[in-house]
Nanobody, 115 residues
Framework: QVQLVESGGGSVQAGGSLRLSCAAS????????MGWFRQAPGKQREFVAR???????NVADSVRGRFFISRDGAWKTIYLQMNNLKPEDTAVYYC?????????WGQGTKVTVST
């Protein structure tokens, strides 16, 4: 199994930056991809960014140019650098790992962006 723990969330002013981290442990070999989703109050969880085992990254249109995903070489930690944060970025951010077609999720870290 895979265990995921997010950290780095907090409260920031609009225009500020945060860097989220996701520490992965357990059976993290042979992952298909790792990424981030978010869920704003009253809304469905949505895709934010993902990096694949082949080295390709995908970023949602809503955060393109502001958010950047990266990982360490051993796939033990993935990061989400969030710049120029906007109030609409307020959400709980969840780390996701897909391994052999199965999705694993962390408990989430809260990000609040105020005007």
């Amino acid at each position: 199994q895979v265990q995921l723990v997010e950290s780095g969330g907090g409260s920031v002013q609009a225009g500020g930056s945060l860097r989220l981290s996701c520490a992965a442990s357990g059976s993290i070999s042979s992952v298909d991809g790792m990424g981030w989703f978010r869920q704003a109050p009253g809304k469905q969880r949505e895709f934010v960014a993902r990096t694949h085992s082949i080295g390709i990254t995908n970023v949602a249109d809503s955060v393109r140019g502001r958010f950047f995903i990266s990982r360490d070489g051993a796939w033990k930690t993935i990061y989400l650098q969030m710049n120029n944060l906007k109030p609409e970025d307020t959400a709980v951010y969840y780390c996701n790992v897909r391994k052999e077609g199965i999705d694993y999720w962390g408990q989430g870290t809260k990000v609040t962006v105020s005007t």
